[in-house]
């Protein structure tokens, strides 16, 4: 008889069960699978105290119930939702003693930060609001924008004095994350915001069982333990099947984003199997983030409806926050309660009163839809690339999927449309449809996730811009530009964008052209636009734009390499460490630190009509792009090691489970992908 020991004991047990009784039976892989539902709640709440897995016992199965009394509804975009507006009264509030912290550290001489903050203390809303965005580009996005996260975590020890900026974040208001700045952004929610520096601590000590963010075995032969047991490859396809097929099986339609988000979980959620119960709704009701403790995480994704072809100046631009899904754009501009997102919505209410869907939102599968180019990585395998990699069952199962869709279509994400003839009257162009497309939020070309930050409703007055891209040797073929770093084509697309009638009310501050931008270095170094309030358009925030360079380690891996082992990973995060610092304020005249000071405070400053320090000034005279244009074909991009001294040398170069692009067939944003 198989022993149900562990999975009757009370929850009161489970943390002794977690930390200090090894000696205890823990379920087995197959037991979880035979557990009755009841017991899998337990099982799960038992393994996974950090986040919550709410779709519990379903799993990955969205369910079906009677909608609730108070029936979801979708509402127009013309304001935030009253959760956000409520939240915000605490997130602002809590920013302001970091900020104090923050600011007092950085020297802006002239300015009395301390006097300033309690002058306003009482209305915060003429404080700095902060937003900060994470772009793309794979598992290269997520640790690049993770070394500056962990930068401006004041919890990151020595994070927090002289030359440092840890604070930042505890002084952020929104942390919004696309494609590979999702998975960032997503596996800090699901796994009670820990710090950078805790996941990757944790899982070099061997003595733990921290298994997050463990790159060196490829999504394609899966982890070695599902949370807390040893897993073999074979047991990984036949979960990824088994949960797909229950979503499946109960009327769902899925598509290879479910199997790649359900991959990248064993990942990114630290939890048995990668959680599949946990929800990204689920955040809005844990105490850590209700209470405003911490930014409020947005994840981006575009519309594409099957055979359209997207740029950025008529796609429209998705949002998930823990309480909403949908867009402020003109062509829909509603927003829908995320924990009801894969209900049948009819003019704006559920179609059947009596059919209300949860744990749809898995936080996997959002965070696979935010990131659906990379289905690629799955849906090009075929059994003589990769030998005996993929089980022949995981393999038949993607093949049919690519049969039902179209290969053209294989980056798809399928979803209810929650917006089925809603305001069909209006610029509703997608009311028709009965299902909503979602695909790569990086597709459109705006690679840095700045649209629900530039919203004038959330009035953000500045945005720390984190580009991950891979741009260069791609817009610029040129033989000796080497590959794989940002030449700041994802801001032109976002200012294009906001010169075109699907802005409705956004403002994007003055971008020049790739080749300004390469002739003057502005995507070598930190480089901050929309500085002069007074050359705007309309309220927009100033932009502090975070190119990856080399500082100590080569961070351009390609986009394709699916495999870091710890060695590089730490590497790139250590890299990104030291950009968001400017090697802990040694380069550039050791000005960074202040002046990242004024970038936060520039607009509030303006907004109370407070003289600018003389140390801002020379800050914007050497930080701001001035308006200079210089379109002419640029030299090669080669960038220099910027702290040789410390440069970091993994032997090898990084090969791995890297897939071919040029192997895959039939990708419709084949270009587009090459630039994430
Ligand atoms: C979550 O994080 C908070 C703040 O760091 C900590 O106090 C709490 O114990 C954590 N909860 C769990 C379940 O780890
Ligand atoms: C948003 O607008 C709606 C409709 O005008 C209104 O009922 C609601 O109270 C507004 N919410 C907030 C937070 O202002
Ligand atoms: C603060 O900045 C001033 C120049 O504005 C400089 O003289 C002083 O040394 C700096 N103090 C610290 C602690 O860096
Ligand atoms: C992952 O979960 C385990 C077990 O609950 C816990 O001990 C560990 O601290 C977690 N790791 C991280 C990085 O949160
Ligand atoms: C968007 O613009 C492209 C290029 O002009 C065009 O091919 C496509 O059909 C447009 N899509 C929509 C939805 O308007
Ligand atoms: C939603 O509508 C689709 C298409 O009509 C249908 O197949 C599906 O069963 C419906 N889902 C629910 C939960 O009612
Ligand atoms: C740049 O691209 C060209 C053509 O794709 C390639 O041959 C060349 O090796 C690349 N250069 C570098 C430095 O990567
Ligand atoms: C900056 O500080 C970090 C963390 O203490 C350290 O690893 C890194 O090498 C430092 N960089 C420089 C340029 O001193
Ligand atoms: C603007 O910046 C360029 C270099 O980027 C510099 O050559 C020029 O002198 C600056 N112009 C002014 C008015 O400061
Ligand atoms: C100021 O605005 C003009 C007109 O939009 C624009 O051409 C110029 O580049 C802007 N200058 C800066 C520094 O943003
Ligand atoms: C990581 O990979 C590099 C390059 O392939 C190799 O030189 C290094 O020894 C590896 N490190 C570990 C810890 O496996
Ligand atoms: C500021 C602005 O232009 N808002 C418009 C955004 O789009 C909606 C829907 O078309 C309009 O109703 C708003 O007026």
């Not at 507006?85 to 550290?105: F, H, S």
């Not at 270095?521 to 636009?529: I, V, W």
């Not at 801002?616 to 910027?642: L, R």
Request: glycine residues 10%; proline residues 6%; aromatic residues 10%.
């Amino acid at each position: 008889m198989r022993s149900s020991r562990s999975l009757v004991l009370p929850l009161v047990a489970s943390a002794a069960l977690a930390s200090a009784s090894p000696a205890l039976d823990r379920p087995t892989p197959q037991e979880i699978r035979d557990a009755t539902p009841h017991r899998l709640r337990d099982v799960a709440a038992l393994l996974a105290a950090r986040a919550l897995p709410a779709n519990a016992p379903n799993g990955y199965t969205p369910q079906v119930n009677a909608c609730p009394s108070s029936k979801p509804m979708v509402r127009q975009a013309s304001n935030l939702s009253d959760e956000e507006t409520a939240w915000l009264q605490k997130r602002r509030q809590a920013t302001v003693e970091p900020m104090r912290t923050l600011l007092g550290r950085l020297n802006i001489t002239g300015l009395d930060t301390d006097q300033y903050i309690d002058n306003h203390s009482s209305n915060f809303s003429a404080l700095p609001n902060i937003g900060i965005a994470a772009s793309g580009g794979g598992y290269r996005a997520m640790l690049n924008g993770a070394g500056h996260i962990e930068a401006w975590d004041s919890r990151t020890p020595g994070s927090t004095s002289g030359g440092q900026l840890g604070g930042l974040l505890q002084s952020t208001t929104y942390l919004a994350g696309l494609s590979g700045g999702s998975w960032l952004v997503g596996s800090l929610y699901t796994n009670n915001f820990t710090s950078i520096n805790e996941i990757l601590a944790l899982d070099t000590d061997s003595n733990n069982s921290g298994d997050l963010w463990q790159f060196g075995n490829s999504i394609f032969e899966g982890p070695e333990k599902s949370g807390i047991q040893l897993l073999g490859s074979i047991d990984y396809y036949k979960d990824l099947l088994d949960q797909v097929h229950g979503k499946k099986n109960a009327g769902f339609d899925v598509t290879i984003t479910d199997y790649w988000g359900r991959a990248l979980s064993y990942q990114l959620v630290n939890a048995t199997n990668g959680g599949p119960a946990f929800t990204w709704s689920s955040i809005a009701e844990q105490d850590w983030f209700t209470d405003g403790s911490v930014p409020l995480p947005l994840l981006v994704a575009d519309g594409r409806a099957p055979g359209e072809t997207l740029v950025s100046s008529n796609t429209t631009i998705y949002t998930f926050d823990p309480w909403e899904f949908g867009t402020f754009d003109p062509t829909v501009y509603g927003f829908v309660p995320m924990k009801y997102v894969g209900t049948n919505f009819t003019m704006g209410e559920p179609t059947t009163a009596n059919e209300c869907v949860t744990g749809f939102d898995n936080v996997g599968y959002v965070m696979g839809t935010s990131s659906t180019l990379f289905n690629a990585a799955l849906s090009t395998i075929n059994g003589s690339q990769t030998t005996g990699l993929l089980s022949s069952a995981l393999q038949q199962a993607l093949e049919d999927i690519l049969t039902d869709v179209g290969k053209a279509n294989n980056d798809i994400a399928d979803y209810p449309n929650p917006f089925y003839k809603y305001n069909p009257t209006g610029k509703n162009k997608y009311a028709t449809s009965q299902s909503l497309t979602l695909v790569d939020g990086g597709e459109d070309l705006q690679n840095i996730p700045l649209h629900p930050l530039i919203q004038p409703v959330r009035h953000v007055d500045v945005i720390f811009a984190i580009d991950s891209s891979a741009d260069t040797n791609t817009t610029y073929p040129t033989t000796h530009s080497a590959s794989g770093w940002p030449d700041g084509a994802s801001l032109v697309a976002t200012y294009e964008r906001s010169k075109n009638s699907i802005e409705n009310g956004t403002v994007f501050p003055s971008i020049p052209d790739i080749n300004t931008f390469m002739n003057l270095g502005l995507n070598n170094r930190p480089t901050f636009f929309g500085c002069d309030v007074a050359n705007l358009t309309g309220p927009a925030p100033l932009i502090v734009y975070l190119p990856n360079a080399p500082y100590v380690y080569t961070s351009n891996t390609s986009t394709y390499d699916m495999q870091y082992n710890d060695t590089e990973r730490n590497a790139m995060v250590l890299n990104a460490y030291n950009g968001a610092t400017q090697g802990n304020g040694t380069l550039d005249g050791g000005h960074w630190g202040t002046c990242v000071g004024c970038a936060i405070l520039s607009r509030s400053l303006h907004r109370t009509n407070t003289p600018i320090p003389d140390v801002c000034t020379q800050c914007f005279e050497h930080y701001c792009w001035n308006g200079t244009i210089d379109s002419s074909q640029p030299a090669d991009y080669v960038p220099a090691m910027k702290i040789p001294d410390l440069a970091i040398k993994v032997s090898g170069a990084v090969q791995g489970a890297t897939f071919s692009m040029l192997a895959s067939v039939g990708i419709a944003a084949f270009a587009v992908f090459a630039n994430l």
